[in-house]
């Protein structure tokens, strides 16, 4: 999982770098771009580098894009916009409450807390599987994939189950650390398996150890990475909705639902939900600040030799197995183990087979449906982004990132608003939970799909153009085929936080219809473990392939 | 008859112009290599007659018809402009066969499958149409995207640094194939490089641009034997660059002697050349001197470095008088540095307008130009 927007390498681009340039496919880091290049010579001649700005958009991709972002943007227009109908005082009187200010400070310490534990479990876990001698990394690295998943409430119901007592600021602090570390791993691992191993070996022959190496050369270049995976993070528990419920720990999110389902009147709701997009669109500001201006390249072409694993000792040895298989434990084996516990004890008044079959085939259905829309929708903005440079290009884009500083209940709410007034008939239908769920994850589609893009050369493009393709053609038989397992992933990658996806899916489902996870968190909710732990085992297995895939994927 | 035209062609604002006002008539048939140094801007016009760039002014046109200029810009699908990417750009996921039928959109399917082996054919590589580009080596799918480009038979085929990515010993033997490929079709072909022995030994004709302009427009014999002036001369083999006074009569006064001038010829302007009397710029080959005894001879000097070669050594001589020069000396060399030597000239040498110190400033890239007294 890519945090949006991360800069990609930018190639090596010295002012002479005309001839043998790089024809495969170029940076086009969405970061802070300064005009083509800094050199006043020779901008456009650099193939695989920056375009001028001068390439047009071809309407056939711009209108759908233009739709697009519309789309993404509709549920924060509409957000403030409810916020203010009783008027700015009104709104001001709800967020200004002495209780808003005691969940925000619990929010933000939950938040500090889980970025700082799923860093240190995230770092040492990418560190101890790409570079030490640590027996079978593979299986390893799959161990610490798979948490994903894991859905924060059953990471939450699972412990709760087992250790009644941890509740509160402790047990939500813990299930999401374990839930949200591969947010960072999988970035962090990325990094240190594509860093050139040279950079680390003239550090060493320049007279550091390799503790300071790590300080100074490596570390330092996981620094991006880590900071776009704990954003992630940080987003996740801003915007967690089950596990601090279960955990019965009261956040921000929490507060909007009780809100929203304590009186008629949803303009408080909505004050309370504009907070949460203003605090999230800071955390989404900070990180872009901490990315700073280096650019993180490798000086050179082709494949770089594999970095060196460094040798344990038998004593290292035991110690980094132990850790990560500590990790493991607790944060996959203990969760299943526990829900297998739960279903052996279950009688057959808590295992319906039907039921379950039912909502899980409710619940794929849904998900399936909101997948396609998301990459549908998502397709024609990441080829821009990936292929257009210039205002327009960039407008595109940052407006379909939207749904990123939106967490699930403020657009869970702004579309029950919007369908009440304006499309009263889709209101509890399921089209409208597809379209909420688009609006959502649109930002994971548009990085994954843009990123494949990337990765299919742009010279291919220009091979079908000069054959006779016209632009829509070759996206279809060039950029599309050769994009397609980047797509595909993504479109996985969809489907399953779909999958998890809990308050929008409260608000927003058709009357009677259950999913797996509504199905869970209402018998969780009821202390009715028994009778949950079905439904949550189903979910983490489904989940669990696609998941699954995309570790290997990666590797 | 000119097939490609270019007006006037302009890329860039201001200080940052890639191309300058560049003018270009190549004609139908021909291969022509356009030749210059990193940054010279000569992908830039690739793109632009591709119809990937759109250029801020001048013309191009195509097989007469303008595919660019003012108010027009054709897009690249309706230009039937080929191109071969340095890498081949090959679609990794269709057939070799596919590939080359790709742009035949016109043709039924057996005649588009008949079209496609004829082109393989060609290009030597008759029967692999069921592979996939990536069971080919990179020579191969060089070829392959030779095919590909000439099978919709376009009025031009551009060709970008396409032998770049291979190694020395296939570049050889793949230059040949493409340079009969493209005679057996008849097409009219650019080939744009950086590599001056490619442009010399392929082309029909090479431009050499320099700034986002053509420097010099000729065969390679013209552009070897009668450089534009010094900076083409470096760039285009190597040189010896000497200031020099012309004298009445064809001759020129030189460090190395007074040495004869090369009649003009008419592609030569006025303003290249010298007047008598004046102070100019004498360019000649290393080629041209060759090592003497000391004793009998008019020049000498001393032996400052050799390079060896195989084939010929590099000499530097510097003169008595401070000025070096290179001398190009075949087989075997028995000098070495340090020794005195004499220095004889042999074929008339090139006068040009101006003194010798422009290329130097213009940082010719890995060219030996020898400037006289080391002050200028």
């Known amino acids: 999982m890519n945090p949006p927007g991360r800069p990609s390498p930018q190639p090596p681009a010295p002012p002479e770098a005309d001839a043998p340039a790089d024809t495969g496919a170029g940076g086009t880091g969405d970061g802070p771009a300064r005009g083509p290049a800094g050199a006043p010579h020779a901008p456009a001649g650099r193939r695989g580098s920056h375009r001028p700005a001068r390439r047009r958009v071809p309407l056939i991709l711009l209108v759908p894009a233009t739709v697009t972002a519309l789309f993404a943007l509709l549920p924060l227009v509409y957000l403030v916009i409810r916020a203010l109908e009783r008027g700015p005082a009104f709104a001001w009187d709800v967020v200004a409450a002495d209780r808003t200010a005691g969940l925000l400070s619990n929010s933000l310490r939950l938040t500090v807390v889980v970025v700082a534990a799923t860093w240190v479990l995230g770092i040492s876990l990418a560190w101890l599987t790409e570079r030490t001698a640590l027996p079978a990394p593979r299986l390893w690295a799959v161990l610490a994939t798979l948490p994903l998943a894991v859905p924060s409430y059953v990471m939450s119901f699972s412990w709760l189950s087992a250790f009644p007592g941890v509740r509160g600021f402790a047990g939500a602090a813990i299930a999401l650390s374990l839930a949200c570390f591969p947010y960072v791993y999988l970035p962090v691992a990325a990094v240190l398996r594509g860093m050139d191993p040279a950079q680390e070996e003239a550090a060493r022959s320049l007279g550091h150890g390799p503790w300071r190496t790590f300080r100074t050369v490596t570390l330092p270049q996981l620094r991006p990475a880590a900071a776009g995976g704990g954003l992630l993070v940080a987003l996740y528990v801003m915007s967690d909705f089950g596990a601090v419920s279960l955990m019965r720990y009261d956040t921000f999110t929490r507060a909007i639902h009780t809100s929203y389902r304590a009186s008629f009147d949803r303009t408080p709701a909505a004050a309370l939900g504009c907070v949460l997009v203003l605090i999230t669109v800071l955390l989404v500001v900070a990180e872009r600040r901490t990315r700073g201006r280096a650019r993180y390249a490798r000086a050179g072409r082709g494949t770089a030799r594999p970095p060196l694993r460094l040798p344990l000792g038998p004593w290292a040895r035991a110690a980094a197995t132990g850790w990560a298989g500590l990790v493991a434990l607790a944060a996959v084996a203990f969760p299943v183990g526990t829900l297998c516990y739960w279903i052996a004890v279950g009688n057959s008044a808590t295992w319906q087979p039907a039921a379950l079959l039912e909502t899980a085939w409710a619940t794929v259905g849904v998900a399936a449906a909101g997948a396609a829309l998301t990459v549908l929708l998502a397709l024609p903005v990441a080829v821009i982004a990936a292929r257009y440079r210039g205002g327009l290009a960039r407008v595109l884009e940052q407006a379909s990132f939207a749904g990123h500083a939106l967490p699930g209940i403020t657009v869970a709410l702004a579309f029950v608003f919007l369908a009440v007034r304006y499309a009263n008939p889709l209101y509890q239908e399921w089209p409208l939970l597809v379209i909420a769920y688009a609006a959502l994850f649109l930002p994971l589609a548009v990085t994954a799909i843009r990123a494949a893009v990337l990765q299919a050369p742009e010279s291919l493009e220009e091979a079908a153009r000069s054959l006779g393709r016209g632009p829509l053609r070759t996206l279809r038989e060039v950029t599309v085929p050769l994009a397609a397992p980047g797509i595909a992933a993504g479109a996985a990658l969809t489907f399953v936080v779909i999958m998890k996806e809990l308050p929008a899916t409260l608000l927003l489902r058709p009357t009677g219809m259950e999913t797996l996870a509504t199905r869970l968190w209402t018998h969780t909710d009821n202390f009715a473990f028994a009778a949950a732990a079905p439904y949550a085992l189903t979910l983490v297995l489904i989940a669990a392939v696609p998941s699954y895939l995309l570790g290997r994927h990666r590797s | ?376």
């Open chain 2, 1 to 376: 008859m000119t097939e490609l035209r270019i007006r006037d062609l302009t890329v860039g604002y201001g200080e940052g112009r890639v191309l300058d006002g560049l003018d270009l008539d190549i004609p139908a048939g021909e291969l022509t290599a356009v030749l210059g140094p990193s940054g010279c801007g000569k992908t830039t016009l690739l793109r632009v007659v591709a119809g990937f760039l759109r250029p801020e002014g001048g013309s191009v046109s195509v097989g007469g018809r303008t595919v660019a200029g003012p108010g027009v810009h054709l897009p690249p699908e309706r230009r039937a402009v080929g191109i071969v990417a340095q890498e081949g750009a090959l679609f990794p996921h269709l057939s070799v066969a596919r590939n080359v039928a790709f742009g035949l959109t016109a043709l039924r399917r057996p005649e588009r499958a008949a079209r496609a082996e004829e082109m393989l054919d060609l290009v030597g590589l008759g029967g692999l149409g069921d592979r996939m580009p990536h069971e080919l080596s990179g020579g191969q799918q060089q070829r392959v995207a030779l095919a590909r480009a000439l099978a919709p038979r376009p009025a031009l085929v551009l060709l970008d640094e396409p032998f770049n990515a291979l190694d020395s010993a296939l570049r050889g033997g793949l230059r040949a194939d493409v340079r009969s490929a493209l005679r057996a079709t008849g097409s009219t072909a650019v080939l744009v490089t950086h590599d001056q022995q490619e442009a010399l030994s392929t082309a029909d004709r090479i431009a050499v641009l320099r700034d986002g302009r053509v420097a010099q427009y000729g065969t390679p014999h013209e552009v070897y034997g009668r450089p534009a002036d010094a900076w083409v001369a470096a760039f285009v083999g190597d040189a010896v660059v000497l200031p020099g006074r012309r004298l009445p009569g064809g001759a020129v006064a030189t460090a190395l002697g007074e040495l004869t001038e090369a009649p003009a010829v008419p592609g030569d302007g006025p303003e290249r050349c010298a007047a008598p009397g004046e102070h100019g710029t004498v360019i000649l080959r290393p080629e041209q001197l060759r090592l003497s005894d000391p004793g009998s001879a008019a020049t000498t000097g001393t032996v400052t470095e050799v390079c060896f070669y195989g084939h010929d050594a590099l000499v530097t001589v510097t003169l008595d008088g401070g000025t070096s020069v290179d001398v190009r000396h075949p087989g075997s060399v028995t000098t070495a540095a340090g020794r005195r030597t004499g220095l004889t000239v042999h074929g008339p040498v090139v006068v040009r307008a101006g003194g010798p110190a422009g290329p130097a400033e213009r940082g010719v890239p890995a060219a030996r130009v020898p400037v006289a007294g080391g002050g200028a």
